[in-house]
């Protein structure tokens, strides 16, 4: 029986003319529940020209077939998994799966990846460049923030912060575990850096994120208690 496959594709972006050919080779061989197209091209949004982008979803040495625990033990503690538009993923995996993205927050897609890796029984990393990602200068990740999406910002990564520790205390695996516990901490530091404009104004207070002080570390201890002090600039700050 064929398998059918998902490959999440933003609308801005585009594949090589070779990608989908060279994406059914490797699922003919492997036929795993995840392919991750580990590297990006980026293109200027006006040009097409590719320009310089030091991204990958995976560092490079990550290549090949693997299990979620031996993908895990490979990537170190400050990596989490996120960009959705890198992934192909098996219909049936997925449906069986019950993974879902969460509604109305941005940044979804490190849960929805992060849960599809430990979930599946099968991944295989490709570092082929068959993905075109197109620079536009008013998506979410490069257009100057509204006050509006700046609170978005901060109760999204509240929002997944709450998650992120649920999965953790849900989970029996102890690699998983800590891989839930090292996501935090990441999530954490993009929480309170994006308070730095708004302050505890994003629907949530300093008593509400005093739970997760344990995940909250060194100088974002102090931005904890004094979240506007990146508004500062860094001079005085780090006199501070």
């Not at 449906?95 to 890796?117: G, K, M």
């Amino acid at each position: 029986t064929k398998s059918h496959y998902i490959y999440f594709v933003d609308a801005d972006d585009y594949l090589e003319s070779n990608a989908l050919e060279h994406i059914t080779k490797i699922l003919e061989q492997y036929k795993v529940d995840v392919l991750v197209e580990n590297s990006i091209t980026a293109r200027d949004a006006q040009s097409n020209e590719i320009v310089p982008f030091d991204y990958s979803v995976f560092p490079q040495h990550i290549k090949g077939l693997y299990t979620p625990h031996t993908l895990i033990q490979s990537l170190g503690e400050e990596r989490h998994i996120a960009t959705t538009w890198a992934f192909v993923v098996n219909v049936d995996f997925l449906i069986a799966s019950r993974i879902s993205f969460i509604p109305s927050i941005v940044y979804e897609d490190l849960a929805f990846c992060t849960q599809i890796i430990l979930a599946a029984q099968s991944i295989y990393v490709d570092n082929a460049h068959v993905y075109n990602y197109v620079l536009s200068p008013d998506s979410i990740m490069r257009a100057t923030p509204s006050p509006n999406a700046r609170m978005r910002q901060a109760n999204s990564y509240f929002t997944l912060l709450q998650m992120f520790v649920a999965y953790k205390e849900q989970s029996d695996d102890e690699i998983f575990k800590s891989h839930y516990h090292n996501t935090c901490i990441i999530i954490v530091k993009k929480l309170m850096r994006s308070l730095q404009f708004i302050g505890y104004k994003a629907g949530f207070s300093k008593a509400d994120l005093k739970p997760y002080l344990p995940y909250i570390r060194g100088k974002y201890r102090f931005c904890y208690h004094f979240p506007r002090i990146y508004g500062i600039p860094k001079r005085i700050r780090l006199v501070l």
